[in-house]
């Protein structure tokens, strides 16, 4: 079962990596502007996303493949952290209305979930 869940993974984010460049736009407009650059954090995101898929692809790397997939997705948490502080219930995107914020949190925590056990079992 362990294998499944790592090259579920491994596809996931290959696929939103790709995602990163073909829509970046969606992508920078969920960097906050305080942290800048969205163009360029997207892009690296992006790369990151596809490299760690990679990884995951592999036996041997699923366990770093893993532990970087759930960092990875951990740093995305600033993003919505803020997106919570700046969620308003009369924002025309479901995703930055309060309850579309607390769903994208839950979704990232689950994803962290995820890529942990991906790990956890790899040995």
């Known amino acids: 079962m362990h294998a499944i869940a ?7 984010l290959i696929s939103v990596g790709i995602g990163h460049f073909l829509v970046p736009g969606y992508f920078r407009s969920l960097v906050p502007s305080w942290l800048g650059r969205a163009g360029l954090l997207v892009a690296v995101g992006g790369a990151a996303e596809i490299t760690i898929g990679a990884v995951l692809l592999a036996p041997r790397g699923r366990e770093a493949g893993g532990w970087a997939a759930a960092a990875l997705i951990a740093v995305y948490l600033v993003c919505h952290l803020d997106a919570l502080v700046r969620a308003s219930a009369d924002r025309p995107r479901l995703l930055d209305r309060p309850v579309g914020v607390a769903l994208r949190l839950a979704v990232n925590l689950a994803y962290i979930g995820w890529a942990l056990a991906v790990a956890l079992t790899a040995t």
């Open 6 to 12: 790592a090259i579920a993974l491994a596809i996931f």
